[in-house]
């Protein structure tokens, strides 16, 4: 099972831009398929983006298509998420996550991160 830690979250006004990084920590990790889910209050845990594991294939959510870019670096053991045109219903923690399979189903992915909060203002 691979541990993750994310960092990069934070506070910001509607339209603009924030970068998510998670660090796995084994070094197989670019073995595994990397996703990104987020739960907002009151809410369930969706499905943000996903990513194989040579980066060839992604996936992701209709509402952030467009917006959002899910990128790894194997050398570093990392997975970005780069989210530009922010909105206020972009708001929620966001986990990333790491699987054997590259799906959209949280229960795809057996390594989870403690997740790191953003906060898009109106």
């Known amino acids: 099972q691979v541990q993750m830690e994310e960092s990069g979250g934070g506070l910001v006004q509607a339209g603009g831009s924030l970068s998510l990084s998670c660090a796995a920590s084994?070094?197989?990790?670019?073995?595994?398929?990397m996703g990104w889910f987020r739960q907002a209050p009151g809410k369930e845990r969706e499905f943000v983006a996903a990513?194989?594991?040579?980066?060839?294939?992604?996936l992701y959510a209709d509402s952030v298509k467009g917006r959002f870019t899910i990128s790894r670096d194997n050398a570093e053991n990392t997975v970005y998420l780069q989210m530009n045109s922010l909105k206020p219903e972009d708001t929620a923690i966001y986990y990333c996550?790491?699987?054997?399979?590259?799906?959209?189903?949280?229960?795809?992915?057996?390594?989870w991160g403690q997740g790191t909060q953003v906060t898009v203002s109106s």
């Open positions: 996550a790491a699987g054997p399979l590259l799906g959209i189903y949280a229960a795809d992915y057996n390594g």
């Open positions: 084994s070094r197989t990790s670019s073995l595994y398929a």
């Open positions: 990513i194989s594991e040579p980066g060839l294939s992604t």
